[in-house]
């Protein structure tokens, strides 16, 4: 056996690994997560430290990587090609030699020869030096780069003079095309936008590597660019306000059964909120008197002293940009304008905050449903509940409109003001009017409907006949799965279906009056 042939190739065997070296460094160190590293160098990793450092200057390991790759290239082919020639070449001589043994013959023989040498050498390299190392380095990039980021790091001290005259010459080659510095754009290949951190927490989600509910909290923080205060505020129906000739002992006493943190207070009406009551303050004004003479003066301060300003958003405001003002001024609750300037309702940092937490109950929210399970396909709902916040609950497709709430839902479907046993047909599923508050609709039943379209035309007759207003929007039937479970409790409180106004006129009594929007 030729020593020679034997030793060669075993050089091509280096080469090509050399090759998968240079080939899975580049990858892994492109892919690994910056926050995965961060998080090994913060625990004092010495590895995850230089790889930090190849990711502020990716010059670095590219330029190492590169040039390996080229130049181990090169090796592999003139090597290779004529090394494994040099071994093809005498058993196909001797096949070719059963054809003769002319020189025309020969030639043929050693053109097969290289022919067949380049064809091994390319899959060599094709397969071992670059698909698999990459495929590999892809999967486990984190631990990879952790491995080969001390000989990258290394490689290019010892490469540095021949990596300068390269980048300059890069850097020179690209101002003659007009891409002189292209440094300011360097962190662009490490950033990712909005809509790709999304895939990425769906894809997460999916694969189990993040807990739904946190996945939620931060597709949350993304959506509040999307929702506005509109989305997320309190109606106007359901606001609890006190007129400016109050005093202090009413609003204490309104307190005591209507626990709110905050009064919007208005003059002559919601559309003329004139400052806010906030409890905290007031009770800490009460906590400081010295004597009890001084806190019964107190209550009998008219509102108007003790209130703050009111602060006035549009509905259109994005909730992310308020949630900043509110951070960065300290409020708690803005009163949320129409396009005409009137009271379309107010909302709390509270509400802000649910749109990402999702609804939760406190100390001064009412133990209530807003939905409530009765069996796999009937659901009792609350009619204020907004369209958008049952999909995710019902796994059922709402359509959605020019309403925010499913009362809204309701009254758009049926074109006209709902009552009592009225019924909405959807693709899908059925609504019911179960109970109002004079014009506004406060419980709704939804069910889950399967049957064929001529059994839902039969059921639309019957309801007809009953004497029951029924908007048939059904054109197919979507068959939705429900989680077998007793009841879906929503973590946040319904409010209180009725409005409360507090009117000063006697010292003893505090008449309760409802508004309307008067």
Do not use: C
């Amino acid at each position: 056996m030729d020593w020679v042939i034997v030793g060669k190739l075993m050089l091509i065997l280096i080469l090509v690994v050399g090759n998968a070296f240079f080939v899975g460094s580049e990858i892994a160190l492109t892919s690994a997560r910056r926050s995965r590293i961060k998080q090994l160098a913060s625990t004092g990793n010495k590895s995850a430290k230089i790889v930090q450092v190849l990711h502020n200057e990716p010059e670095r390991f590219y330029s190492v990587t590169q040039i390996g790759i080229t130049l181990v290239s090169l090796a592999l082919g003139a090597i290779g090609l004529i090394t494994l020639t040099q071994v093809i070449d005498p058993s196909v001589e001797a096949i070719f030699g059963l054809l003769g043994d002319s020189e025309e013959i020969m030639n043929w023989a050693n053109t097969f020869s290289y022919i067949l040498a380049f064809i091994i050498i390319s899959f060599l390299h094709v397969v071992g030096g670059e698909l698999a190392p990459k495929v590999l380095a892809f999967n486990k990039a984190e631990s990879i780069s952790l491995k080969v980021a001390r000989i990258i790091n290394w490689m290019h001290a010892i490469m540095r003079p021949v990596i300068w005259v390269m980048n300059k010459s890069s850097n020179g080659l690209l101002t003659l095309f007009g891409q002189g510095d292209l440094t300011e754009h360097g962190d662009s290949q490490f950033s990712m936008t909005g809509e790709e951190i999304r895939t990425v927490l769906s894809a997460s989600e999916q694969e189990g590597a993040l807990d739904p509910q946190l996945t939620m909290m931060l597709r949350g923080v993304f959506n509040l660019d999307d929702h506005t205060a509109r989305d997320a505020m309190i109606p106007r129906t359901e606001v609890e306000a006190v007129a400016h000739d109050a005093t202090v002992a009413d609003v204490l006493d309104l307190f005591k059964e209507e626990l709110r943190e905050r009064y919007p207070v208005y003059e002559t009406s919601l559309d003329n909120i004139i400052g806010v009551v906030s409890m905290k303050q007031l009770l800490n004004r009460l906590a400081t008197e010295e004597n009890t003479e001084s806190s019964a003066k107190i209550g009998t301060l008219p509102v108007s002293e003790v209130m703050m300003p009111p602060y006035f958003v549009p509905d259109t405001m994005r909730l992310s940009t308020l949630l900043k003002d509110f951070t960065s001024n300290r409020r708690q609750m803005a009163i949320v304008l129409d396009e005409f300037g009137g009271t379309e309702g107010l909302i709390t940092l509270e509400d802000i905050l649910e749109e990402i937490v999702g609804d939760y109950e406190d100390e001064f929210s009412p133990r209530h449903r807003h939905i409530k399970m009765e069996d796999k396909q009937h659901f009792i709902i609350n009619g204020g509940v907004r369209v958008t916040e049952l999909e995710p609950k019902l796994n059922f497709p709402f359509p959605t409109g020019d309403y925010v709430t499913l009362g809204g839902l309701i009254n758009h479907r049926l074109g006209r003001i709902a009552e009592i046993d009225d019924l909405v047909q959807l693709e899908g599923g059925r609504l019911k009017v179960l109970e109002m508050d004079s014009h506004r609709i406060t419980k709704v039943l939804f069910e889950y409907q399967v049957n064929e379209e001529s059994e839902d035309a039969e059921t639309v007759i019957e309801e007809e006949k009953a004497g029951r207003s029924v908007v048939n929007w059904s054109s197919k039937k979507i068959l939705k799965k429900v989680e077998d479970q007793a009841e879906i409790q929503n973590s946040g409180a319904e409010r209180k279906s009725d409005e409360r106004v507090v009117a000063h006129t006697t010292k003893d009594a505090i008449p309760l009056n409802k508004i309307t929007g008067s």
